[in-house]
């Protein structure tokens, strides 16, 4: 049949199975935003910046596993979603975002809303494409969501210029897989390599397991929890992989790094075999890795990506493969090797001896009180209040640290949040993209009174879309982690990081049409995050928590310094 560009994107979307897409219309996307309102295969989602779209379609995959998809026209509407594509990518999150372009007649010649989109995003996508003729565009689609899914996934950008959006060709429907001669990921792991490391895990006397988000973004959290109970291990996850293995797994002891537990970071240091599971070592986990790499150890390393292994630190047993179908051979080879001749229980034995030493110094432990609501206790409270079944979403800074400290995380794919990029303002319409992937669910994000301020205006969106998020604000008045910073390391020169001139949050709550409460006693923590979630179940509520604003994230481990030189609290 013969369709015209906007239509074949209408089509394509709906071949990949799309329920919703996140955009807002301009000029070189009108035509596929008329062929959007005469289609009912996927729903869109106005948003009321590009930005939040993108944020949007990222937390909507993170939540779901699903390719997210955003719409947005040429020119500002695409340097608007450039945050939000890099913050997808940093995250390896999938999925396709379709900007319009300028008529390919006039490319190059500073054309209105024009701007050099395949350019400017070359740094920060898995690929891009520029289609310059309407007889690509149904190929082009399908590769892109194969590109978003396969392998390490990522954000891929397909830009259309607004003629071809309106030329017309034969389009054919989808037959089959995919395939690029020039694209083909590695997913099984080599065996050898397996067998090597079962092996060396099996001689192992300290045993430590790592993984990060690629165990998350893998579904490998089934296995993973698998081989953390066939070794014995103790296990960590990175701030991604918070929930692969369930915080209250009597083998996970917290998260690793900068702001990471002390049994954690002490055990990342002191082990003997390291397993590292769709982690990357980064800077806010293993701090120096001069001082990292100071213990001898031996470390295996399993990942999608190739170029990630021993990126930056040295490894010794390198597993290139899909982390689903590693951990699955390697807890099979596991279960058959062992039952030969099993781990040394003598030596595992007095490594968690060890291990719970470390665990005695409560690192978590702070100062509560009657009179100040305290950050840490808002989390814990939000915790236990929702059995640790709540989707979390968080902006970026202190309260994200807390949030990953104190929210007590069971499963997968419910802590939603920025890491690689660390980017303020998604807290709101990450809320949004989870609510539409998981409708009906509690959702809550945590944030602070900068953050949400960056994309507020996306309470309108939840308005018109009766979409329901608790917003959880801990109010310090302060940017707090650019404070915290400037206390320890800038001797207590606050240069603009204090907030002098902030909204009613509750009025500015209340004029979208949403309730809103301000919550300045411990005593009434509780019962206002029990009153958002029973009685206020299906509205938006804004609870600004008024916090103490001298507190501090700790432990911390300061840049530039290893692993075992943390910061326990104020006294050092």
């Known amino acids: 049949m013969e369709l015209n560009g906007a239509e074949i994107v209408v089509r394509c979307l709906a071949e990949q199975g799309v329920e919703h897409v996140f955009g807002y219309p301009g000029g070189a996307v009108l035509y596929i935003y008329d062929a959007i309102y005469q289609q009912d295969h996927f729903k869109h989602i106005l948003v009321r910046h590009e930005q939040a779209a993108v944020h949007a379609a990222d937390a909507y995959s ?18 608007n979603a450039v945050t939000g594509i890099a913050t997808a990518y940093m995250d390896s999150i999938p999925m396709v975002i379709i900007s319009g372009q300028v008529p390919t007649a006039v490319i190059g010649e ?7 989109t395949v350019g400017i995003t070359r740094p920060c996508v898995k690929h891009n494409f520029l289609v310059r003729d309407v007889r690509d565009l149904a190929e082009t689609m399908r590769r892109a969501f194969y590109i978003a899914k396969t392998g390490r996934p990522g954000p891929v950008l397909v830009d259309i210029p607004k003629d071809i959006t309106v030329a017309t060709t034969k389009f054919t429907a989808k037959r089959g897989e995919v395939k690029m001669r020039s694209y083909a990921p590695v997913t099984k792991g080599h065996q050898g390599q397996i067998k090597k490391a079962v092996q060396l895990l099996l001689s192992a006397e300290r045993p430590m397991i790592y993984t990060g988000g690629g165990v998350v973004i893998g579904d490998a959290s089934h296995e993973l929890r698998e081989l953390v109970n066939l070794v014995g291990a103790p296990c960590t996850s990175t701030l991604m992989g918070l929930g692969a293995i369930p915080a209250t797994h009597d083998h996970f002891v917290g998260m690793p790094g900068m702001h990471g537990t002390f049994e954690a970071n002490m055990a990342m240091q002191h082990c003997d075999v390291l397993v ?4 990357r070592f980064d800077d806010r986990v293993v701090g120096n890795p001069r001082h990292f790499g100071q213990v001898p150890r031996k470390i295996i390393h399993i990942d999608i990506d190739p170029s990630v292994i021993a990126k930056r630190v040295p490894v010794d047993i390198p597993i290139v493969g899909d982390v689903k179908d590693v951990l699955q051979d390697m807890v099979m080879l596991y279960r058959q090797a062992a039952a030969e001749k099993g781990p040394n229980k003598t030596a595992l034995a007095k490594w968690w001896q060890q291990v719970n030493t ?10 509560a009180s009657d009179s100040i609501i305290k950050p840490q206790y808002v989390v814990e409270t939000l915790s236990e209040v929702t059995g640790g079944n709540a989707f979390v979403t968080s902006d970026v800074g202190q309260h994200q640290m807390w949030a990953a400290q104190y929210y007590r995380f069971n499963e997968p794919r419910r802590w939603i949040n920025s890491g690689g990029l660390g980017t303020m303002g998604v807290g709101l319409p990450y809320a949004m993209g989870v609510q539409m992937a998981n409708p009906g669910v509690d959702v809550a994000v945590i944030t602070g009174e900068a953050s949400i301020q960056m994309n507020i205006q ?36 606050y240069s603009e990081s204090y907030i002098d001139a902030l909204p009613d949050f509750v009025k500015l709550a209340e004029s979208y049409g949403h309730i809103g409460m301000q919550i300045t006693s411990p005593s009434d923590v509780e019962p206002a995050i029990r009153e958002a979630f029973g009685k206020y179940k299906d509205r938006l509520v804004f609870l600004d928590f008024i916090t103490d604003q001298t507190e501090n994230v700790w432990p911390m481990v300061k840049a530039g310094c290893g692993l075992t030189e943390m910061l326990l609290g104020p006294e050092e």
């Open 358 to 367: 470390w665990r005695g110094k409560k690192c978590l432990d702070y100062n």
């Open 458 to 493: 996306e309470l309108s969106t939840c308005k018109q879309y009766r979409l329901s998020p608790k917003i959880l604000c801990l109010n310090n008045r302060y940017l707090g982690m650019v404070r915290q910073w400037q206390e320890l390391d800038y001797g207590s020169r």
């Open 110 to 116: 500073d054309a209105f809303q024009e701007c050099d």
């Open 276 to 279: 590292a599971i769709g982690a």
């Open 62 to 79: 993170r939540a779901s596993d699903k390719v997210g998809v955003a719409l947005v026209t040429s020119g500002p509407g695409l340097t």
